[in-house]
T-cell receptor, first 112, second 115 residues
């Protein structure tokens, strides 16, 4: 069956460290993968999109990698700040089906 | 540019009733998608409208329906409400295509509670 797995346990890190979040998928052939940030009681906010032929994408302190062999995407936040505390969701399509499937998200807590 | 707006923000209904939620996309965006978010199931795709036509549909029962108007504003309707319909309903708009091929901008959501 198709699955998107994100760590359900919250990730706690100290301010200034690099946070790394994982998105693993099974039985999907995504052409694209996206990462979103969601704060409590609010809608998700788009952060980054990476295509299947791209290995890495960067935006300011954010970096995303996409390994279609491992069927995994890693999302990194460098020099993390307490303001980065939120839930981070990955979303992918299935070979261009245009119907996105979201992971359950991982909560990141950055301690000052 | 104003973001995606959803009304109402909070709603309490009882089982068996019906409800209509409204979404106004970002100006110029033609695609509107609806999602249901619950703690148990996460964020699940309901349907997507483009140019007043339903273009994609998720795996939800027929009690969930929607429509899009010529100004791209969209409504979704849930009939015969069940307790399990309690959720945060999110609307997202994008310029043209849907899903992950185009950046989606989400609204703040409507929190529906069914008693």
């Amino acid at each position: 069956s198709q699955k998107i797995e994100q760590n359900s346990e919250a990730l706690n890190i100290q301010e200034g460290k690099t946070a790394t979040l994982t998105c693993n998928y099974t039985n999907y052939s995504p052409a694209y993968l996206q990462w979103y940030r969601q704060d409590p009681g609010r809608g998700p906010v788009f952060l980054l999109l990476i295509r299947e032929n791209e290995k890495e994408k960067r935006k300011e302190r954010l970096k995303v990698t996409f390994d279609t062999t491992l069927k995994q995407s890693l999302f990194h936040i460098t020099a993390s700040q307490p303001a980065d505390s939120a839930t981070y969701l990955c979303a992918l399509d299935n070979g261009g089906s245009y119907i996105p499937t979201f992971g359950r998200g991982t909560s990141l807590i950055v301690h000052p | 540019k104003a973001g995606v707006t959803q009304t109402p923000r909070y709603l309490i209904k009882t089982r068996g009733q019906q409800v209509t939620l409204s979404c106004s996309p970002i100006s110029g965006h033609r695609s509107v998608s609806w999602y249901q978010q619950t703690p148990g199931q996460g964020l699940q795709f309901l349907f997507e409208y483009f140019s007043e036509t339903q273009r994609n549909k998720g795996n939800f029962p027929g009690r969930f329906s929607g429509r899009q108007f010529s100004n791209s504003r969209s409504e979704m309707n849930v009939s015969t409400l069940e307790l399990g319909d309690s959720a945060l309903y999110l609307c997202a708009s994008s310029l043209d295509s849907s899903g992950v091929t185009d950046t989606q901008y989400f609204g703040p959501g409507t929190r529906l509670t069914v008693l």
